[in-house]
Nanobody, 115 residues
Framework: QVQVVESGGGLVQAGGSLRLACAAS????????MAWHRQAPGKQRELVAF???????NYADFVKGRFTISRLYAGNTVALQMNSLKPEDTAVYYC?????????WGQGTQVTVSS
């Protein structure tokens, strides 16, 4: 059994910052890429950023220079530091983790940026 749990969402004014965290736990033998995705109302889910097991990161163009993804502790936790937030960043943010060769998803955390 593997669980992926996000935390850290909330309401912030435009230009502000939020830090999201995601932890994978349970029967973990190997953990690979961890990623953040988001889904705004009426839109498809989109990839925001990912970090692989070697620490290589990649970002969607719309967050480059504003968001930073990092892995923490034993590699089972990933954080997303979000700076210079814009109203269009408003979405439910989901974390995914490739654990034991399978992808697991969290329930999501709401991020709302007011103008």
């Amino acid at each position: 059994q593997v669980q992926v749990v996000e935390s850290g969402g909330g309401l912030v004014q435009a230009g502000g910052s939020l830090r999201l965290a995601c932890a994978a736990s349970g029967s973990i033998f190997s953990i690979g890429t961890m990623a953040w995705h988001r889904q705004a109302p009426g839109k498809q889910r989109e990839l925001v950023a990912f970090v692989n097991s070697g620490g290589i990161t990649n970002y969607a163009d719309f967050v480059k220079g504003r968001f930073t993804i990092s892995r923490l502790y034993a590699g089972n936790t990933v954080a997303l530091q979000m700076n210079s937030l814009k109203p269009e960043d408003t979405a439910v943010y989901y974390c995914s983790a490739n654990v034991n060769g399978n992808d697991y998803w969290g329930q999501g955390t709401q991020v709302t940026v007011s103008s």
